[in-house]
């Protein structure tokens, strides 16, 4: 009986069984890298994403805000809310952007100086190259155009604003961080720019 059930469990002869191959460790380790360098890269293109469409919601709500008459009180208070809004939100695009084009840079850095300038001289598609993106360029001019409205907007509240009201502290903060964004798109437009050789 028990010599009838090992044959029964034992059928193939030991020939014929398969033992699993061991895991390949160098494979593993490099496809994990792999992995993570996409999910970086994903992870930046959707905050990216998502910093460009709060800048697309923030404009619309300051278009309708302008069909209405405010208080010069509000108007600080609403321009300081909206400068903050903003600043988050550009932060957040000049940190994917910057990540992406580190992810670029990093795919070119084995290159030689003559490759590398054949990239920039491409008139072809630059996918891998963030920083000649025309739609990034025209999103950083439309972050900095904001941040000018959001300015006029906070200048035409100070000229009826009582000194003595916290309001005006509102309207300068709102002043304060839409020039700083300004110079943030700025910075980051101008570090974008395609590089130029002169032969």
Do not use: C
Request: net charge negative; glycine share 6%; charged share 20%.
């Amino acid at each position: 009986m028990i010599v009838g059930a090992i044959n029964a469990i034992t059928k193939a002869p030991l020939t014929q069984r398969t033992v699993p191959a061991p895991p390949q460790s160098g494979d593993d380790s490099s496809d994990a890298l792999s992995r993570l360098g996409n999910l970086t890269e994903a992870a930046a293109h959707s905050r990216k994403a998502l910093a460009e469409e709060r800048l697309k919601q923030l404009r619309e709500q300051m278009s309708q805000l302008m069909l209405f008459d405010m208080t010069p009180g509000a108007l600080a208070s609403q321009s300081a809310q909206f400068a903050k809004e903003l600043k988050a939100a550009a932060e957040d695009f000049a940190g994917a952007f910057e990540a992406l084009a580190a992810i670029a840079n990093a795919d070119t850095a084995g290159m030689s100086l003559a490759q590398q300038a054949y990239l920039d001289l491409d008139d072809g598609p630059q996918a891998t190259m963030p920083v000649h993106n025309e739609a990034d360029m025209e999103t950083m001019a439309s972050f900095a155009s904001t941040a000018r409205q959001i300015d006029s907007m906070a200048e035409r509240a100070s000229g009826r604003l009582d000194p003595r009201d916290g309001a005006v502290t509102r309207m300068a903060e709102a002043r304060s961080i839409a020039s700083a964004i300004v110079g943030l798109m700025t910075s980051l437009s101008k570090a974008s720019a395609p590089r130029a050789f002169y032969w």
